[in-house]
């Protein structure tokens, strides 16, 4: 029994071989490469102690997927595959849904094809949008997005949902992610940007660094208690293994589910600061600068359906979180590079 991980070698992907090794599966991994540096599985490798099948295919190439299909048994597939970028998907939306959407369908084809059924699939928060008050549920309404990246997601789990109703034997997790952060507590893996980061950990991190000068905090007039924007982070190890548990669910039940991963709690930007500050011993000078469109004030979850369906809740707390991710940016100040 083998589980394909698509995207294997990106960010949340090599934490999650990780677990997923340690849980006793095998795995097989495809990536294309193009957010990832093949360093990351070999240090996977390293970490487990184990060997694995990687292959360098594009979710959107059908003849290469059947290929890796036709040489392994696969029952379930965890399917990181995609592009994230929000501010790129407002300059390139027909990248996204080719990539994205576009992938996702030739996957599940293939998939159906080849008699794998079962998907974990990796959405975001992004699908609750504007409109909801935190803390965010799943049964509450979705759609209401803000950009071409999050239309991506929502469009796939729209088009999963109508892939398990079409044939009972699907099944389907569509994981709403909250904000991972944080890296493997030996430093040896986490998150690589490209250029200048957009997310906040790895603008924090650079700048502990001495990589970039200064953070901006995107509004201070938010209805918040400080003011600043509200996030429920999230430890990436933990996050890698909700997939774990998700995998366990998708192999004992049919049908589809929308499951959120967070820990409940939400941290505001200067708390993450703060906390970043202490357990890392630098100082990351701050200046106050205007809201970034699209963003929310306050945006954390509901983790209660996790823990009833899967078993599954946040062991780690947001000194860990931050711990992790300045151990991985001072051991390894370039990255993967
Ligand atoms: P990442 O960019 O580090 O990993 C994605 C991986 O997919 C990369 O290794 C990339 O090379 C690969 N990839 C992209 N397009 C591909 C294609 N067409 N064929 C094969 N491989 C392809 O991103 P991540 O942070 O690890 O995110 C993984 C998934 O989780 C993505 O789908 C992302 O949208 C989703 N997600 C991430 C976050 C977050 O904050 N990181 C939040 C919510 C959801
Ligand atoms: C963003 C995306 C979301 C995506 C998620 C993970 C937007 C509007 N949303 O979420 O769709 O799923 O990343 O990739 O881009 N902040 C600063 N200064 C910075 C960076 C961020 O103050 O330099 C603040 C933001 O205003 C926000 C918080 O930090 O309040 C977290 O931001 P970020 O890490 O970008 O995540 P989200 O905006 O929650």
């Avoid at 991972?180 to 906040?200: K, Q, T, V, Y």
């Avoid at 860990?320 to 001072?330: A, F, G, I, L, Y």
Wanted: hydrophobic content about 35%; proline content about 5%; glycine content about 10%.
């Amino acid at each position: 029994m083998a589980i394909l991980i698509t995207g294997g070698c990106g960010y949340i992907g090599s934490h999650t071989c990780i677990e997923m090794l340690d849980a006793g599966y095998d795995i097989v991994v495809i990536d294309n490469y193009y957010n990832s540096n093949p360093e990351a599985l070999k240090r996977v490798k390293e970490l487990s102690g184990k060997d694995f099948p990687f292959y360098e295919c594009d979710i959107r190439d059908a003849d290469g997927l059947r290929r890796v299909f036709s040489a392994h048994k696969i029952d379930a597939v965890i399917h990181f595959a995609g592009l994230k970028a929000v501010g790129e998907s407002v300059a390139q939306p027909l990248t996204y849904f080719d990539n994205n959407v576009s992938g996702t369908v030739v996957l599940c084809g293939v998939m159906a094809e080849m008699g794998c059924k079962r998907m974990i699939f990796s959405s975001s928060a992004t699908v609750y949008g504007t409109g909801n008050p935190s803390p965010l549920k799943e049964d509450m309404p979705t759609g209401a997005v803000t950009n071409p990246y999050g239309r991506t997601k929502f469009m796939i789990e729209g088009i999963l949902s109508d892939l398990c109703t079409s044939d009972p034997e699907w099944s389907v997790v569509l994981l709403r992610y909250f904000n991972p952060i944080g890296a493997h507590e030996s430093g040896r893996i986490g998150e690589d940007p490209n250029g200048i980061p957009n997310n906040l950990m790895p603008y924090i991190s650079q700048v502990a660094i001495g990589k970039l000068q200064q953070l901006s905090v995107f509004g201070d007039d938010y209805n918040t208690p400080d003011g600043t924007g509200v996030r429920d982070y999230i430890h990436v190890v933990d996050l890698a293994k909700g997939h774990v548990c998700a995998v366990d669910y998708a192999i004992k039940h049919t049908g589809v589910e929308a499951i959120n991963l967070g820990t409940g709690v939400g941290y505001s930007v200067l708390d993450l600061v703060n906390a970043f500050r202490t357990v890392s011993g630098v100082e990351v000078p701050y200046r106050i600068a205007p809201r970034r469109p699209g963003d929310v004030d306050t945006c954390y979850s509901d983790p209660a359906k996790a823990a009833r369906l899967l078993g599954w809740k946040a062991e780690k707390n947001v000194e860990d979180m931050c711990r992790d991710s300045w151990r991985w940016q001072s051991q390894n100040p370039q990255g993967y590079k």
